[in-house]
C-alpha cells in the first residue's frame, strides 16, 4: 500500500473504516488482488488500470463485484 489513510467508505452497502489512499488498496484490504473483480467507485465503473490511480476519501460508495466459483 502507498499512501494510506483513515476513511469511511461504504463497501457493497456496508459502512467499513479502513486504511486505503486508492480503490487498488481497498481491493487488496478484502483479499481481492488478482481475482476477477468489477469495481465501482461513486457510480462509475472503473478498469483495472484506474484502481491505482483512484484515490478514496471519506464518504465514497464502493461496490465490488467477484466472482466466486462452486457448482
Known sequence: MGNTHSVELKVN?????????TVQDVIAHFG?????????????????????DTTVSSGMVIELVHFVGGG
Do not use: F, N, R, Y
Open 32 to 52: 481481492l488482488t488478482g481475482k476477477p473483480v468489477i469495481v465501482e467507485a461513486d457510480g462509475v465503473i472503473l478498469t483495472p488500470e484506474q484502481w491505482v
Open 13 to 21: 452497502g456496508v459502512m467499513q473504516s479502513l486504511q486505503a489512499g
